[in-house]
Each structure stands twice: as C-alpha cells, then as structure tokens.
C-alpha cells in the first residue's frame, strides 16, 4: 500500500472514530482546519499568517481563518463556530494565557483535535490539546539578557535598562521577562528602572519610548524591547530626542524580522533573538498526521537564534521574513 493510500484510509478510520462518518463519503473529503490568529500586531505575526495560509494551500487543507483584532473574547467566539461547523482540526494561538479552560473543554467533547501554535495556555489539564507548536520563550529573554551581560564588561558604571512588554498576559511578554531578568540578575550594576507595555506595537513602542526619554532622559542606557516592532518604534523616538539609537542607547530586541535586519545594518538595533513565524508547513503536517491518527509530540519547539548587528549584512539576504 503507497504512503498516500495508507493515510487516507488512517484518517477516515479516525474520522469515523470520531464523528461515524462513513468511511467512502470521507476519504474524498480535503481536512478543514479552523485556525483563530491573533490579529496584525507586527511584522512577525503577518509573516506568521501568511506562513499558515501557504502551507495549508500547499498540503491541500482548506483554511478557515479567523482574525481576533487582539481580543480573546472573538478568538472564544471563533473557537465556537468551529466547532458549530463540525472542523476536523483546529489551530489556535492564543493572545493572552488565562482563561481558556471552558473553551478548550468544548473542543475536547467535540472531539475536534486541538493544535496551539506559536503562545501558550496556563490551563493545568494538558489533555484540552494534542501538540503545542512554539518556542521556549524564557530561554529567547535569557539569549537577550545574555548578550546585554557580555555587553557589560565593556561598560562601566550603572547600566540603566527600560523594557518595552509585550502584550499584557501573553505567553512571550510574560516569559521573555522572566528569561531576561534571570540572565541579568547575577550583575547588580543592571537594573531594570522602567518596565511597561508597548503591546507589540510600533506606534505604542515609540509612544511608551517617548515617556520613558521624558522621565529618564539620559539615564537610560539600554533598551530592550519584547519585540523589534516596539524596538523600530522606540528608536524612532530616541533618533527624535536627538540621541543616537545602538550608541547612546543600546538597543535589544526579539523576533529577527526583516525590519530589524534593516535597523541592524543602519546600526540603529544592537541585537535581535531570532523567533522564526515560519511554522505553517509544520502546523499542517502535524494536522495531517493527527486527522490520521498518528501519535504526534506533544511539544514542538520553533527555530530560535541569537542575530548581533555585526552578522546582519551578511545574514539578510538569506533571511525569508
Ligand atoms: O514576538 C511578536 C508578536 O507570539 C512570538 O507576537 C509571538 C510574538 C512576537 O506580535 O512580534
């Protein structure tokens, strides 16, 4: 029996398990995955989207996409119409940690198989979903404080950081601070003296930068954003406050998106932790293995990489978001 054979006749023998739908009427059928994407925050995430949509046309799988506008409250409703229409598999990235367990339970008794991609949940029951296809984000805010620790033994004196957060709640903002904080903590002179969100935004980043320059002025020497959009954003600010971003201010950011390789090569952005939005092909690969029935890792971690501004020259025209 050929590979293909083998996984249509896996996913109608899963799909009758599941929903007893009869098996000739399902092996014709194309696997329907609901996915609730966050929204259009930054440039990762639009890179992350369209990852998803070209994979799902590429394996065949019919997307049905939603778009949260960063509001769970209309991932929750989203959620509910998949499974109203009966999906075979749904993928979800979830915008902040909390409050996902009654949702997440109707899934599991509708049977429809749960992939989470890119954010997590903190729901205790692991069983509400079959894989989590992301990064370990503590270990990005380590790789970025890190960098920042190396920095330091070149400087002298007080380091004085300001941290632009990610969105309130979410899984990165919530996990590259605590990475970042454990990689400075044995240094006493690095101190973080302003933390705030900036919802990873360039319009908040640069906005928050601005209050932040208003309050601290030439205190600050180092920023480090949860994201490059926020960063983009912030060194905005900074150029408008008449200092040189990466010289009077480091500058530390997450994600390696091409905005970023552009600061770096201006020499505006000191260092970005790579988090590639590429998972689409592994997104659909996963679904297609669970649909047929396939045991699957239950975590699957995501390209990460530390990018200093010294590498970026060379690094951009290989980078493909
Ligand atoms: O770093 C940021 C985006 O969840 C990893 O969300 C993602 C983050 C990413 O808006 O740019």
Known sequence: MNNNRRTVLASALAASIAVAAPMSAFAQKKIVMGFSQIGAESEWRTANTNSMKSAAAAAGIELKFSDAQQKQENQIKALRSFIAQKVDVIALTPVVESGWD???????????????????????????????????????GEMAGQWLVERAKTMKGDINVVELQGTVGSAPAIDRKKGFEDAIKGNSNIKII????GDFTRAKGKEVMEAFLKAEGKKINVLYAHNDDMAIGAIQAIEEAGLKPAKDILVISVDGVKGAFEAMIAGKLNVSVECSPLLGPLVMATAKDIVAGKTVARRIIGKDGVYPMETAAKEFPSRQY
Do not use: C, N, W
Request: glycine residues 2%.
């Open 194 to 197: 302003r933390s705030q969100t």
């Open 102 to 140: 009654t949702v997440l339970k109707e899934i599991k008794d509708a049977k429809i198989p749960l992939i989470l991609m890119d954010r997590s949940v903190d729901s205790k029951d692991t069983s509400l979903y079959a894989t989590h296809i992301g990064f370990d984000f503590v270990k990005q």
